[in-house]
C-alpha cells in the first residue's frame, strides 16, 4: 500500500502565495503520475495539476499562469506551488498518484487532504 501525506496549506490573502508538499511512501514500484485535485464547499472534486515521471504537466484552465506544478522523483514528493491566489481558490486540496506497487499492481492513491482559504 502506498500513502501520501501533504502540508502546507493555510490561509493566506488574495493576491498571496502557498505551497503545497505531498510526500508518497510505501510499497512503491515506480509513480506514473502525481498530482492535485481540490474541492470546494458544494462542489465536485476538479483536477487542479498534475505531473507524470517524465515531466509532462497538465493544468486546469483556472489556474494556467498562476500555479506550477513539479515533482522530485527521488524523493517521491510533488508540489504546488500557487500564486496569485483568489478566493474562488479556496479548497480542501487532496494529493494524487497513480502508481504501480511492487506487486505490479496498479493502484490510485490520495492523500487525507489540505484546506487551503483565501481571505482577507
Known amino acids: 500500500q502506498a500513502q501520501l501525506v501533504e502540508s502546507g496549506g493555510g490561509l493566506v490573502q488574495p493576491g498571496g502565495s502557498l505551497r503545497l508538499s505531498c510526500a508518497a511512501s510505501g510499497s512503491i514500484a515506480r509513480l506514473n503520475v502525481m498530482g492535485w485535485y481540490r474541492q470546494a464547499p458544494g462542489k465536485q472534486r476538479e483536477l487542479v495539476a498534475t505531473?507524470?515521471?517524465?515531466?509532462?504537466?497538465d493544468y486546469a484552465d483556472s489556474v494556467k499562469g498562476r500555479f506550477t506544478v513539479s515533482g522530485d522523483n527521488a524523493k517521491r514528493t510533488v508540489y504546488l506551488q500557487m500564486n496569485s491566489l483568489k478566493s474562488e481558490d479556496t479548497a480542501v486540496y487532496y494529493c494524487?498518484?497513480?502508481?504501480?506497487?511492487?506487486?505490479?499492481?496498479?493502484?490510485?492513491?490520495w492523500g487525507q487532504g489540505t484546506q487551503v482559504t483565501v481571505s482577507s
Open positions: 505531473i507524470t515521471s517524465g515531466g509532462t504537466t
Open positions: 494524487y498518484a497513480d502508481l504501480l506497487t511492487t506487486l505490479l499492481r496498479r493502484q490510485v492513491s
